[in-house]
């Protein structure tokens, strides 16, 4: 069988957790013997022979609408639909933060795309998209796709709710990898050490972060590289940063796993998160995580972390201090090997696929 994923022109120059999920999926997609081709919506696809196109990040409908028309084949998508409206409206400054605190938030997502388009380059690939609105056109792909794939069943009551329309879905676990991450050499954690992993971008809300633990007996480390069209955000932080935080641009991944195994704190305070990738890879390595309350993050890690408000620096640092001093449960471990695994999430998929194909392997 002949899949075809598309995803953001940006996927590969702009990574995010999506491009995790994407390459990890496609790589245990094609250990089940599933042919998987990754492309970008801005390329120019044959679709002959495909069984199927797979669709990533439904809050960008403009890379998705053009390939349902141009291809006429069936589509699951996966949503991961993630709501800035919250961060839009606190955290937006200037012009742009009054617009945002006015109007809907569908209408701030079409601004955006429109803004990509002409600020980064970054094509409206569906002229449809320009005439039905951001809302309209969200819509149009939930009700015609074969099936959803949200990664909880809390992102899809939302999705739901929020757009007044459902469609068959089924829940898709994102994952780690167990052999990178099921380690039982694990080193005695450094008390003070804490790491952030991830994009630094205002969504996942360094600064507040950074304004919670500046001048603490804690030893902060941010680990990841600067969103393309957030540079400002980044020169904010270090701009505000003490002596006790740090910044490290990405790393090879044999360094990154040995932060993980050191830090006793991993934190990841955005203002929304359908799951915190990085969270499941530094639970898997004994760390006590601190994360957003906001979004889907109940669903995974359930009374196994703090959680802590991405508006409240004093939320943010008692979150860290209580996850500082504790132990690390072992059960969570143990949850995330057995249940939130890429070759879990490949399996779940490949389900999926058969239930809108009617192929067996």
């Not at 995803?7 to 702009?14: E, G, K, N, Q």
């Not at 961060?87 to 200037?94: F, H, L």
């Not at 006790?244 to 929304?272: D, G, M, T």
């Not at 996850?323 to 695994?341: D, V």
């Amino acid at each position: 069988m002949k899949i075809l994923f598309i995803s953001r022109a940006t996927l590969f120059r702009d990574k995010g957790g999506d491009t995790i999920q994407i390459v990890n999926t496609a790589e245990q997609l094609r250990e089940k013997g599933v042919h998987v081709d990754i492309r970008l919506c801005d390329e120019k696809i044959d679709y002959t022979g495909y069984r199927l196109i797979h669709f990533f990040n439904i809050i960008r409908p403009a890379d998705i609408l053009i390939h349902i028309k141009r291809s006429a084949l069936p589509y699951v998508v996966s949503t991961i639909y993630v709501d800035y409206n919250e961060y839009e409206r606190k955290m937006r400054k200037g012009l742009a933060g009054i617009v945002f605190r006015i109007i809907p938030a569908d209408t701030i997502e079409y601004i955006k795309a429109i803004a990509r388009s002409l600020i980064n380059s970054e094509k409206i690939m569906s002229p449809s998209y320009v005439l039905m609105g951001h809302r309209k056109s969200v819509q149009q792909i939930i009700r015609n796709a074969s099936m959803l794939l949200p990664n909880s069943h809390s992102e899809y009551t939302r999705l739901e709710a929020h757009y007044k329309t459902g469609n068959n879905y089924r829940v898709i676990p994102n994952g780690i990898d167990p052999e990178l991450f099921e380690a039982p050499d694990i080193p005695d954690k450094d008390p003070l050490l804490v790491i952030c992993v991830g994009r630094i971008e205002g969504r996942k809300n360094q600064l507040n972060v950074i304004r919670a633990l500046n001048g603490t007996k804690y030893r902060v480390v941010f680990i990841g590289s600067p969103s393309a069209n957030q540079l400002e955000y980044y020169d904010d932080c270090k701009k505000e940063a003490a002596s006790n935080i740090s910044f490290i641009n990405n790393i090879p991944q044999s360094e990154l796993l040995e932060y993980y195994k050191k830090a006793k704190v991993h934190i990841l305070a955005s203002w929304f998160e359908t799951t915190g990738l990085s969270t499941l890879e530094a639970a898997a390595l004994g760390c006590n995580i601190v994360i957003t309350d906001k979004g889907d993050t109940k669903e995974y890690f359930e009374a196994y972390a703090w959680y802590c408000d991405p508006s409240s620096t004093v939320s943010i640092l008692s979150a860290v201090e209580e996850a500082g001093a504790s132990g690390f449960n072992e059960q969570l471990r143990t949850k995330i090997l057995k249940q939130y695994t890429w070759e879990q999430a490949a399996g779940k998929t490949l389900e999926a696929y058969g239930e809108v194909t009617g192929y067996t392997n």
